[in-house]
């Protein structure tokens, strides 16, 4: 079974650009969720999406948008981008709800997006 | 709001002695998951055990074990025989049951050096 799949893997920008990374799940999977990585800030929630409806929310400014296909594959937005946008972008998946089977927190991520902001 | 805190930013052992990382955490709730996730250099990031506040039980998974002291608020890591392949950065991680709230909140990371 192929795993989560994130492209692209690494990505230049300049500020006051916008940037779509993409998500495509596990098979099976309806759940995606997004994390932005820095060193100092740790992994930070930034959305859930589950059956094309975002079902969850961090604390991201409204620059930071998604959605999600009826296929699973998702994809992230950050309009307008800062030079504090630089992080690494987390995409995992999983099988959510006890209808759908799998233990609760068992994330599959991918290999991550890497966005430089110069 | 739930909130997870890892104290040891960075560590250093020698491999195979064991190691213990700390965790954390703040909730009001009375069940909900914790879980440490492994994220080696360049490669992705995965599960490596998971714990139900409801089980009194520590979880074990071949040579890693938690230390889950529910009154206290603590979840601890222990890698027993290190190796050099546990090299990576560890996070704590908390989530509340199905239909609550299913996003889950990480630590800021313990980066760990296993050194030969």
């Known amino acids: 079974k192929a795993g989560v799949t994130q492209t692209p893997r690494y990505l230049i920008k300049t500020r006051g650009q916008q940037v779509t990374l993409s998500c495509s799940p596990i098979?099976?999977?309806?759940?995606v969720s997004w994390y932005q990585q820095t060193p100092g800030q740790g992994l930070q929630f930034l959305f859930e999406?589950?059956?094309?409806?975002?079902?969850n929310k961090g604390n991201f400014p409204g620059r930071f948008s998604g959605r999600q296909f009826s296929n699973s594959r998702s994809e992230m937005n950050v309009s307008t981008l800062e030079l504090g946008d630089s992080a690494l972008y987390l995409c995992a998946s999983s099988l959510v709800g006890p209808l759908s089977g799998g233990l609760p927190g068992e994330l599959f991520f991918g290999e991550g997006s890497r966005l430089t902001v110069l | 709001a739930q909130t997870v805190t890892q104290s040891q930013p960075e560590m250093s052992v020698q491999e195979a002695e064991t190691v213990t990382l700390s965790c954390t955490y703040d909730t009001s709730e009375s069940n909900y998951y914790l879980f440490w996730y492994k994220q080696p250099p360049s490669r992705q990031m995965i599960l490596v055990i998971r714990?139900?506040?409801?089980?009194?039980q520590n979880a074990t998974e071949n040579r890693f074990s938690v230390n889950f002291q529910k009154a206290a608020k603590s979840f601890s890591l222990k890698i027993s025989d290190s190796q050099l392949g546990d090299t990576a950065m560890y996070f704590c991680?908390?989530?509340?049951?199905?239909?609550?709230?299913?996003?889950?909140?990480f630590g800021k990371g313990t980066r760990l050096h296993i050194l030969p």
């Open positions: 991680a908390f989530m509340t049951p199905w239909g609550r709230d299913d996003k889950i909140i």
């Open positions: 714990q139900e506040a409801y089980k009194q």
């Open positions: 098979s099976g999977h309806r759940s």
């Open positions: 999406y589950f059956s094309e409806t975002q079902r």
